[in-house]
């Protein structure tokens, strides 16, 4: 069964995102804490009084245990940072880990990517490695790490397949996860990518966490695209991989087109998992 992460923009709607998908990964599902309203700039670094208001109101509703991953990205746009953001990055960071709201053994975390030019290709966009082995030091070992989309970029600008597994074979020797829609636009419509990224994840612990689009109508389809969960399950269970489906569960209201987390996407995307997963299971005892 594939784990759920949600990603909530401000702290008020944590509780019903996890009480809408249950919990599932390892007995519980994971949120991604972003800044409010900065789905639009795809997701910034929250203030700290939204990551303390998330853990109070988990705390109250019972779901102490659900892990929550802190987004590092201090402006939208592209990924380059200047020394002064990349500082603010560093600054940050250390902030959420020195809280009292952050816990290593529930698997808390942080959430980063940081791209440079390649030196040999000016159109090549490359993992910014200095940088990002600073910030996954300063995180330490005991919180998790996530490279996000960010990693699209690295997909979409490789001259061939062998120019983004270099860059994936780097992160995992630095025991990130990676956060990717396989490319430029939705996870559904690079499904087939997605399906060579998972056969190059290689090392144990590891997690391939698929977002952008993941939504329920296109979630059968994309699974089945990337070799279906019979063939998933086998892979991730042999190699100790993780992956896990990554969707925000926003809808625009029709009058005003502002962004709501939407319960009912939600309860249909789990409910769309739970029944692909039966037929999965059905077809292989058949």
Partial sequence: MSAIEIAIFGPNSGVAAVRAVGQRLNGKTRLELNR?????????TPFMRELEQLDDSLHQAGLKDVPVRIMIRPRGGNFIYSDAEFEKMKSDLLEFKGSQCMREKRGDGFVFGILKESSSDAQRLVVDRERTAELRGLAGPDFQCVFHRAFDQVIATARDDNGWKTELEWLEMQKMAVLTSGGRGN????????????????????????????RSETLESMLNDMGGLGRIFALTSLRGVGMVLHSSFLTPMLRDNIMFFDVLEARKFKTTLDVTTEKQLAKARS
């Fill in 36 to 44: 409010s309203e900065s789905y639009g700039q795809d997701g910034l």
């Fill in 187 to 214: 996870a559904s419509n690079n499904a087939k990518v997605l399906r060579k990224v998972l056969d190059e994840t290689s090392l144990t612990g590891q997690e391939l966490i698929v977002g952008g689009g993941v």
